[in-house]
C-alpha cells in the first residue's frame, strides 16, 4: 500500500532526478558545440577540401553567412578567372548594394577609370575600386557582346546572407591551390555562450598574398545552433585596419 507521504517522497525524488539531468544534458550539448565551432574555425583555414566537408556536415540546411558591411558598390566576382585569366566577371549583384540596377551577374568588366582589367590590374586594388562613399567611378562592361560604359557610385552596403547551397556553390568554383587562408596558423583562445548561441575569440597568423608580408590578427565569431547541434549562422568581425597597417597598405581620403 502506497501511503501519501512516499508518493510524494516518489515525486520529489523524480523531479529532483529530472532537475539534475538537465544541466548535464545541456552541458553536453554544449560542448558539442564548442568542438563543432572550434572545427569549424579550423577547417577554414587548412584548406577548401576541409572547409566544404564540414559546411556539408555540419551547417542546417537553412544555414546562413552573414557578410559583414563596407564601403563599396556590392558585387562579387569570379576569383578564379581573375587568377588565372585577368577577367573580371560579376558572379553576385547584391540586389540593394550601389551597382544594382547598373550592372548584373554575368557582366564582364573591361576596363576601370580608364584602366584596363587584365592580370597585373586586378592585384592589389590597381583598378582603385575601393574608396570613400560617395565617389563616382566610370567602367565599361561587356553584356551580351557588346561594350557598355557605365558609372557607379560607391556607397554603404549592408549586411547581406549567403545561404548554405550558395556558400558550396561559391566554395566549389575554387582552387585548392587559391584557397586564400591556406597554411595559416590559428590559435582559438576562448568560446563562451550557451548551448545555442557561442562566440569565439582567436588568433590568426598569416601571410598576405600581396605584399607578401605577415600579419597577425584576433576575430570575434559568432555561431548559432539548432537543437540538432546544426549551425544555423555565422557572423565576425576582426581587426582589419592593424591589418592593412601590418601589410603596408595605408588608409587615406
Not at 577547417?43 to 553567412?65: C, I, L, Q, Y
Not at 596558423?185 to 601571410?207: C, M, P, S, W
Amino acid at each position: 500500500m502506497v501511503t501519501r507521504k512516499s508518493f510524494y517522497i516518489s515525486i520529489l525524488a523524480i523531479t529532483v532526478a529530472l532537475l539534475s539531468a538537465w544541466p548535464l544534458k545541456a552541458s553536453a550539448q554544449q560542448s558539442r558545440n564548442i568542438e563543432t565551432a572550434k572545427a569549424w574555425l579550423t577547417d577554414f583555414h587548412t584548406s577548401r577540401p576541409a572547409f566544404m566537408a564540414m559546411v556539408k556536415e555540419n551547417m542546417a540546411s537553412d544555414g546562413v553567412v552573414v557578410n559583414n558591411r563596407f564601403v563599396g558598390f556590392g558585387m562579387m566576382w569570379d576569383n578564379v578567372r581573375g587568377t588565372e585569366e585577368g577577367r573580371m566577371v560579376l558572379t553576385e549583384v547584391r540586389p540593394d548594394g550601389p551597382a544594382s540596377g547598373t550592372v548584373k551577374a554575368g557582366d564582364e568588366f573591361i576596363s576601370v577609370r580608364g584602366i584596363p582589367v587584365t592580370k597585373e590590374s586586378m592585384q592589389g586594388d590597381k583598378l582603385r575600386l575601393r574608396g570613400k562613399a560617395g565617389e563616382t567611378v566610370a567602367a565599361v562592361i561587356k553584356r551580351d557582346g557588346k561594350e557598355i560604359p557605365i558609372e557607379m557610385t560607391r556607397g554603404k552596403v549592408p549586411e547581406a546572407l549567403t545561404t548554405k547551397n550558395r556558400l558550396l556553390e561559391n566554395l566549389s568554383r575554387g582552387k585548392d591551390d587559391q584557397w586564400g587562408w591556406k597554411n595559416s596558423k590559428i590559435q582559438i583562445k576562448e568560446v563562451i555562450g550557451d548551448a545555442n548561441v557561442l562566440y569565439a575569440r582567436f588568433q590568426v597568423i598569416h601571410t598576405d598574398s600581396v605584399s607578401k608580408l605577415p600579419f597577425e590578427v584576433e576575430r570575434v565569431f559568432r555561431l548559432t545552433f539548432n537543437n540538432e547541434g546544426k549551425i544555423t549562422s555565422t557572423w565576425g568581425l576582426s581587426e582589419e585596419r592593424f591589418q592593412l597597417e601590418q601589410t603596408g597598405f595605408t588608409i587615406s581620403r
